[in-house]
């Protein structure tokens, strides 16, 4: 079954860089952390967004991002559904010192990856492994 989904994913990435390139295109121009860790979770005063810190480089930050590059930092709403369920995972592979990887919203082809903090990529999916 597995393989399955992967057949049926590279071949949805194949037709959408076929049909769309600028699709294509504005996916290189998204952050990614590959086999890092988690080194620093900080919160805002009102706790609005989180900061992720990691202690591999980001790879294609997009413009925007200027932290996210320099500092290798990615950020997530606390005050959503789906931003809650990325910190539970964050949290946890923080505590048990699991390697991540971290992509950013970027990913999307979105206008505005910065979207929660002007100088930031905000997390658009986290994978963790052991």
């Not at 295109?25 to 952390?33: E, F, H, N």
């Not at 903090?117 to 963790?128: F, K, Q, R």
């Amino acid at each position: 079954m597995k393989n399955t989904s992967i057949t049926s994913r590279n071949g949805l990435l194949i037709l959408l860089t076929v049909i769309s390139p600028t699709l294509a295109t504005t996916q290189a121009v998204a952050g990614s952390a590959q086999d890092a860790k988690i080194v620093m979770i900080t919160a805002t005063p009102l706790w609005e967004v989180l900061f992720v810190t990691v202690n591999k480089a980001v790879t294609n930050p997009p413009p925007c991002a200027t932290a996210t590059r320099d500092r290798n930092r990615f950020v997530v709403a606390t005050n959503t559904t789906a931003g809650k369920a990325t910190i539970a995972s964050l949290m946890m592979a923080y505590a048990t010192q699991k390697t991540v990887a971290i992509y950013g919203k970027g990913t999307l082809g979105s206008a505005s990856p910065c979207d929660l903090w002007g100088d930031t990529e905000s997390i658009y999916a986290v994978d963790i492994t052991p």
